[in-house]
DNA sequence: CTGTTAGCGCCTTCAC
DNA sequence: GTGAAGGCGCTAACAG
């Protein structure tokens, strides 16, 4: 690491009160905006303080209070909509509570995430936002422990004694694929990128999110709950990469048997899908169905539009601050799962399940 | 504002120094990797830090070193997938340089922006990145005054004596234009949010995003230098609205006359237009040719792909929070402007100029 | 209402 | 190699 030159020394207290002829401590209560200070002091002080260029320094105020008036975020990526969204949500909440967020990447990676808290704790944050990467949460409970409240965003962990902002993945899956079952589809199958278990077609390696698992066992139940057994054949686990889920598709779609309905746990598998279906000529919803989990901006682009489970997102990120913000003003609630509503946004791609199937256009690649 | 409790009291250095039985300047020492100590005592102040579970104080710190390690970023809105690539790039170098990263969202609000800066300068960051929403930078100005550099990105501000990262905006979407004119296109229409002048027809009223402003005038450009008179009825300012955007394209398309290629100077124009396009029935690029700017996940999924002015979005963050590790290791380069190449992508939404217009569906709405 | 004084937790001389 | 003392800029008691 490179020798960083100290930064210019900065106007401080005792100079406007020297500049203003009155005591640091008349100075600092006038600049400080409490105690009391006469309505002459006042003026003298805020002139020289605005003739020298003063400025608070947050730092030495957090030295004394504890407080940083910061909250740490960590989620897998920003660049991702979801957490973009989420990020968005909570910042708006914090701003209102005059609180700064510092943002942080995991990429997915639970050490990345373990030294991001730490480095969090380190610069006494006043609260965490953590969408959890790392299936242990020590480091968390690290975080706590030194008073510094913690909620979960998005995924829950099993024997964590922290607030958690989520929604009801598997409800809501299972709805979104009892719409299937409900128009008669028989052939459904899941594209998703929770890495598999031993019963599915596994393409790649994936991490094991807590959400997409939720919403495969929502899909599972949806079946069971109609009486169609579950086959292997339909559960593709594409790990997260657009072009795998695009195969997955194509693969699934060449069988003489191929699925009626396709329901797509997560973004990057939706993208794939539409992909390749766009590719296949296939005609939505005449030839297949299809429902994915999270909105985009493109769903209603692609034609016809795209029916989707829609997450309150933004919401999520928002209420994850509020909670925060209470208890930094002290609550000590016991902690809780906050589930939000998920709505079903029924658009164009879904309909009843054909009679025969047509035959597909063979994609060249 | 509710009165904040302090928080608790953490384990201090002296607190580790009396647990191991050495003087705090030792143990000091070692848990600040400093100076130097034995063997011996470095593992007793160890041991004695990890069973009180200390852990360092980065405010206590920073209040000595002045550093903060920690960029300020202000963008327009993070949930815009373009600065959320923009402040990917900017965490990533940051974090590689042992730098968090703050977040602020101006929505374009020029006042937002300056408080947001205005906290910045108070809490001490190292270096600040803005997307400037504000024409003025009086606020920008007093940052660097106070030793704060600043890195515009994605717009320059006239008369600043800044640091920006720029594309050549101007340049690129002039290069597009003429890919239109080369193919023989005569009525070139340009879809944008930026606010317009005299000559156009205008929807509502826009910021004046330095960005799309630059775009509109390439095309210009481009029409100039092909000799096609400009046209009024051509340049539809829509304001940042996807629906507008689609609006215009559906009034521009009813049009006896209407264009056979589309610019767009950004993705909400972007959208909307595609929208409006598909529900028109128009085939894209046999009635109407199409060029966007920006890159988006979802180009590649529309049909035919779309043809769009790729920006290095993720360089453009990463290369302004490089230019802020430079100035805080102690650089007094003169501040300029970095201008990064964009790439034209050509996909599938571009063609001739079509002999004869084809009649187009009147879409319900 | 105003000024003086002691710290917040750490780093940094400086002696030993 | 180690310890004691001072101070970063501010706030929080206290006196006056």
């Not at 990345?112 to 609260?127: C, H, L, N, P, Y």
């Amino acid at each position: 690491m490179p020798n960083t030159p100290r930064p210019p020394r900065r106007v401080t207290i005792p100079d406007v009160a020297r500049h203003a002829g009155v005591g640091q401590a008349t100075a600092a209560r006038v600049l400080g905006g409490y105690g009391s200070a006469s309505a002459a002091t006042r003026e003298r002080v805020l002139a020289a303080a605005a003739e020298l260029g003063y400025s608070t320094n947050a730092v030495a105020r957090s030295m004394i209070s504890g407080r940083t008036h910061t909250l740490g975020v960590v989620v897998a990526d920003v660049e991702n909509p979801y957490f973009a969204r989420a990020v968005r949500g909570v910042t708006d909440v914090a701003a209102k509570a005059g609180l700064q967020v510092v943002l942080a990447n995991s990429d997915e990676n639970g050490e990345t995430e373990k030294s991001a808290v730490q480095m969090f704790i380190e610069r006494r944050v006043d609260g965490l936002v953590v969408a959890p990467a790392a299936a242990e949460h020590g480091h968390l409970d690290k975080a706590v422990a030194s008073g510094i409240p913690v909620v979960l965003l998005d995924r829950v962990l099993t024997g964590a004694e922290l607030d958690s902002v989520v929604v009801d993945n598997r409800g809501a899956a299972k709805a979104a694929v009892a719409r299937f079952t409900g128009a008669g589809h028989r052939r459904i199958a899941v594209i998703t990128s929770a890495s598999g278990d031993e019963d599915s077609v596994r393409l790649a390696p994936g991490a094991d999110i807590w959400t997409t698992t939720e919403r495969l066992t929502g899909y599972r139940q949806a079946l069971r709950a109609a009486g169609i057994p579950r086959e292997a054949e339909l559960i593709r686990h594409t790990g997260y990469d657009r072009t795998w889920a695009r195969s997955a598709v194509l693969d699934l779609m060449s069988s003489d048997d191929r699925p009626t309905a396709l329901f797509t746990t997560d973004n990057v598998a939706t993208l794939g899908t539409l992909d390749a279906l766009l590719d296949l000529g296939a005609r939505i919803p005449d030839d297949v169905s299809v429902i994915g989990f999270d909105d985009a901006e493109w769903a209603t682009l692609v034609r016809p539009r795209l029916s989707v489970v829609g997450q309150p997102v933004q919401e999520l990120g928002g209420l994850a601050a509020d909670i925060l913000v209470r208890r930094i003003n002290g609550s000590t609630a016991r902690p809780r799962r906050h589930t939000l509503r998920t709505t079903y946004l029924a658009r164009e791609s879904t309909g009843p399940a054909p009679v025969r199937l047509r035959r597909l256009a063979v994609p060249g690649e």
